[in-house]
């Protein structure tokens, strides 16, 4: 049997402001990958690693990080902000006697940005419940250059 690699939301992108990189990245992998910036690699190593485990993935970590840890101070200093879907309840319209009967909300995923404190400030069992996937980091290339 063929063992099949797991590569969605394992990117690395950069515009003139920021640079963004998907969540299911391993420590392990965003160390090796070239692609990724230097800078931002250097204070994973230095700052998250310390408190992280190499295997661990970036989604994980961001998904269990306490509002009270060091590392949400790493991250406000890089300006980071968080991709995620969210599971979103929609509601007909028009409840009334002109609506079917079988008008029921409607359930969908929504893509949001939030700062890693805004993220971190929803408990776990509430992510889990409404269903958070977090899909991407995206950092100030400015910040990293402060750091």
Known sequence: MEKKIYEDYKYSMQDTARLYVGAKYTFRELLDEEEIAFKFRLIM???ILPEADMEDTL????YYLAPDSFLVKIYKQMKAKVKVNVIEEKKPLFAGAAGKAGDAPR?????????VEELVNVPPADK??????????S???LALLGL
């Open 128 to 137: 889990e419940r409404q269903g958070y996937v977090i899909q991407e980091l």
């Open 59 to 62: 989604e994980t970590h961001l």
């Open 139 to 141: 950092v100030s290339k």
């Open 45 to 47: 190593e230095r700052y």
């Open 107 to 115: 359930k969908r995923y929504v893509t949001r940005q939030l700062t």
